[in-house]
């Protein structure tokens, strides 16, 4: 089976280890191998996660720079300084609403402008979907459930092995009951998203 | 019921790594398991922690790692199956027990798990534990794949019993963080029960003793090496001239190359999983079939320099590499795309690597460093303890937790660190040889692993310098595990005991010891100001939960607090408290009341007193 490669950058916080979890779950439900890794240090502290999904018939659970197929991007800045994982046919989906580092605040660095970083994404890769999935997960009843609206852009894509239908289920069985209605609905608020978008 | 007790051997679960691992000594009758937490092992703990409360597993968090050495080491000498679980680091805290351990033996079967963290992902060095197992004598096994991880742990149970010795398990971050799918096998019922018989001339090792035991451990090795050369997990595929010998997860990377690359006609792959002893009569057949051989292994040059002796032994001369300047380093993890670009110029085979985009229009990125969390009251103690040391010029030994994080500006409250509990020994020696003063931070945790042998010899001493232990009430780093000092019962949990550092504290003698709430700055500043004043060892013990533990377990938050139109943008809480819930927006500084815990701190030294905690129904901005 084809290996696709899918790196997904987050910010402390912001959920990525559940996507991964709940993707790594539709592949067993459809008996797709996976292998995933993430590194997780220190992420409640405000650090970069970052985790990889490989499907498909690869031994490895790592990315090297330069062979994502597919990158899936929490924060604006953070998609973009993952760049170096991409290639002029990776398919790039970032959520546009900025989480600025401390580090700014502090004034030490500035925020990238977000329209010259979408520019700068387009340039570099086969093709970028880029939404407010912020304000998706907030119109779908908590903001929490953005890793969802983004789950549902990446299935959208048709890119990764695994069907809408696995995912909804793994959401199911791998969220949390009180959510999970909320997380179906940003699921579906990210895949229209993204058919808008392409 | 934990997922990790499912009873149905046959069924695929999605596991991560270090949950294999938990499953797999389940799944091999273990009885005792004992841990100090550490990146990237502690999950394998946590799950034991868990199913402990649920099933006859005896699970504890020791206080450190030599003492949960010491517990499985004599559970396993009462005949049961223990388990001990650290990351690399800890077997250095650990192997005084573990190298006479390795002389006594043991009769139930004992694994050592030695969690290795090649690149530091969350460690402060990338040794390579492989060498312990030389260094000790003892058998060591390491898988490359989280499936393989679970059944390895059985055998490492098999091979223990079989020789009667401890075996060292290793494992690298990219095992211990990795997920797959796993086919989960039968439980096997543990023996729980274990019964000590007296032996002291087997067991109690003065030297006559230990004599007679070195003996024994040498004639142990070569019975550990047969065993390895028997090892399903010491495997060869592939009968072309080219060698490959990898270990761990190499061992995946050089697979998918060898796919992608389409040379697995030519190719004589060698995996190692049992790697101490190495298998001497796997190795030396294999090279005479090799025409040249390339060694992949993360770390050291640890199975390249037993290869070249072997090598040596037969008189063989085929080019036998590994570590080299233009092949691998001994620095960091390895990663696909390398290890492939690597068999391709060894071997000379062509390779197109992946066009990487070019960067270098990319405007420079802020850092996103972790940083300790809004409301974290280490924050509020550095801050005071800043205050408090204006102008003394003083030197900052610290310790191992989120503290460390006080490294970072505008806090800058960490000059040294070596390990755990340095951060008391060091702050002896500074004040030993320097005019400085010497303020050192130590973790309420790592106080117990580590920092009282250093404070009992600094009151010994009569050393100059404050300790000030930052007592958040959990082990929080390492995701919040209870340690001596915890009350049991915010897990729900009786029958523990509870230890008071302030006690122990003021029962080594330590003559100026003084309690502080961090959350109130100025009292803590003046207090701070009298330990550091004192001369000779002063204590500040700084008191006040994790903030983040206590919003999971739903203990108060406080209200968030704002900014109002007070404000004259003097910025001092953005440029010295540095609380990450503040964000600069149309060059005025707010607060994101989503991220702020009310901990008031920032309230106490606005100058123009603009920061004010939100009343209810007020409209408040957040992101
Ligand atoms: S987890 Fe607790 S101790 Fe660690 S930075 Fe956050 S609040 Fe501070
Ligand atoms: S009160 Fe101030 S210092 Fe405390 S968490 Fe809120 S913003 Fe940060």
Redesign the pocket.
């Known amino acids: 089976m084809e290996t696709k490669r899918l790196i997904i950058v987050a910010v402390g916080g912001q959920g990525n280890l559940l996507a991964s979890k709940v993707l790594g779950e539709a592949a067993l439900l459809a008996d797709i191998p996976v292998r995933m890794s993430e590194i997780h240090g220190m992420a409640?502290?405000g650090g970069v996660v970052e985790s990889a999904v490989v499907f498909g018939d690869a031994e490895s659970t790592i990315i090297s720079d330069g062979e994502a197929d597919v990158l899936l991007g929490f924060e604006p800045s953070e998609t973009l300084r993952a760049l170096n994982k991409c290639n002029a046919e990776t398919v790039v989906i970032t959520n546009t609403a900025p989480l600025p580092p401390f580090t700014v605040a502090i004034g030490k660095g500035t925020y990238p402008d977000l329209n010259e970083l979408q520019k700068l994404i387009r340039q570099k890769t086969a093709r970028m979907v880029a939404f407010d999935a912020q304000a998706l997960a907030k119109q779908a009843g908590n903001f929490m459930s953005l890793n969802m609206v983004l789950l549902g852009s990446l299935i959208q894509t048709g890119i990764m092995p695994v069907s809408a239908e696995n995912v909804k289920k793994a959401i199911r069985t791998s969220t949390k009951k009180a959510f999970v209605d909320i997380n179906i609905k940003a699921f579906e608020l990210g895949f229209e998203a993204a058919a808008k978008a392409a | 019921m934990h997922k990790l007790l499912t009873k149905n051997p046959g069924q695929k679960m999605l596991l991560l790594g270090n949950e294999a691992i938990a499953r797999g000594a389940i799944e091999a009758g273990v009885a005792v398991a004992s841990t100090y937490p550490g990146t990237p092992s502690s999950e394998i703990s946590l799950n034991f922690f868990q199913m402990a409360q649920e099933s006859d597993l005896y699970f504890e968090y020791s206080t450190n790692e030599k003492v949960a050495m010491e517990v499985a080491a004599a559970a396993a000498n009462s005949g049961l199956r223990s388990m001990c679980v650290m990351k690399h680091v800890g077997v250095n805290v650990a192997a005084d027990a573990l190298m006479t351990l390795a002389y006594v033996g043991v009769k139930g079967g004992m694994v050592v798990l030695t969690a290795d963290d090649p690149y530091m992902f969350s460690s402060q060095n990338e040794q390579d534990n492989r060498y312990y197992a030389k260094l000790s004598g003892l058998p060591l096994v390491e898988p490359s794949s989280v499936e393989e991880a679970k059944d390895l742990i059985a055998y490492a149970f098999e091979i223990s019993e079989k020789l009667q010795e401890p075996v060292l398990f290793r494992t690298t971050t990219r095992i211990n963080h990795s997920s797959a799918i796993v086919t989960l096998g039968k439980i096997k019922v543990p023996q729980t029960k274990g019964d000590f018989v007296k032996d002291p001339f087997n067991l109690v090792t003065v030297p006559a003793v230990s004599r007679k035991l070195h003996v024994k451990l040498l004639e142990n090795i070569e019975k550990a090496k047969e065993f390895s050369e028997a090892s399903q997990y010491n495997f060869i595929t592939g009968n072309g001239k080219w060698g490959i010998i990898c270990n761990g997860v190499s061992y995946n990377y050089a697979s998918d190359a060898i796919k992608e690359l389409d040379i697995a006609d030519n190719i004589r792959f060698l995996r190692i999983g049992f790697s101490y002893p190495m298998p001497e009569k796997i190795i030396k057949p294999f090279l005479k079939a090799c025409e040249k051989v390339l060694i992949i292994e993360e770390g050291e040059p640890y199975m390249e320099e037993q290869v070249k002796a072997f090598a040596q032994e037969e008189g063989l001369i085929l080019p036998i590499r590994g570590k080299a300047k233009d092949l691998f380093s001994r620095l960091y993890e390895y990663d696909p795309a390398q290890v492939r670009e690597n068999i391709a110029r060894f071997f000379e085979v062509p390779y197109t690597p992946a066009v990487k985009p070019d960067i270098s229009d990319v405007p420079e990125l802020p850092q996103r460093p972790p940083t300790?969390?809004a409301?974290?009251?280490?924050?509020a103690t550095y801050y005071a303890v800043k205050k408090a040391a204006e102008g003394l010029g003083t030197i900052y030994p610290t310790d191992i937790?989120?503290?460390t994080?006080g490294v970072l500006p505008p806090l800058s409250t960490a000059d040294f660190l070596l390990c755990m509990g340095s951060s008391v020994g060091t702050g002896c020696g500074f004040s030993a040889s320097t005019d400085k003063k010497v303020i050192s931070f130590i973790g309420d945790s790592t106080f117990f692993h580590s920092g009282i042998p250093g404070l009992v010899n600094a009151v010994f001493n009569n050393h100059n310098f404050t300790l000030v232990i930052l007592d958040?009430s959990?082990t929080?780093?390492t995701g919040?595990q209870p340690h001596p000092g915890v009350d049991m019962q915010d897990f729900n949990l009786t029958g523990y005991g509870r230890v008071s550092i302030e006690k122990v504290v003021r029962a080594i003698g330590v003559p100026h010891v003084e309690i502080i709430k961090p959350y109130r700055v100025n009292k803590s500043i003046a207090a701070l100001k009298e330990a550091i004043d004192y001369e000779g060892v002063s204590v500040i013990i700084s008191k006040e939960a994790?903030?983040?533990?206590a919003q999971s377990l739903k203990k108060a938050r406080g209200k968030p607090f704002y900014i109002n139109e007070k404000c004259k943008d003097h910025r001092e809480c953005v440029n010295e408290l540095a609380c990450p819930a503040f964000y600069i927006e149309g060059e005025r500084v707010h607060i994101n009341a989503d991220l702020c815990s009310g901990c008031a701190v920032c309230a106490q030294i606005c100058p123009e007193k603009a920061i004010v905690p939100v009343r209810s129904k007020e409209k408040i901005r957040s992101s």
Do not use: K, P, V
């Open positions: 409640q502290r | 300790l969390c409301g974290c009251s280490h924050r937790g989120c503290y994080l958040n959990t929080a780093m919040h994790c903030t983040l533990y």
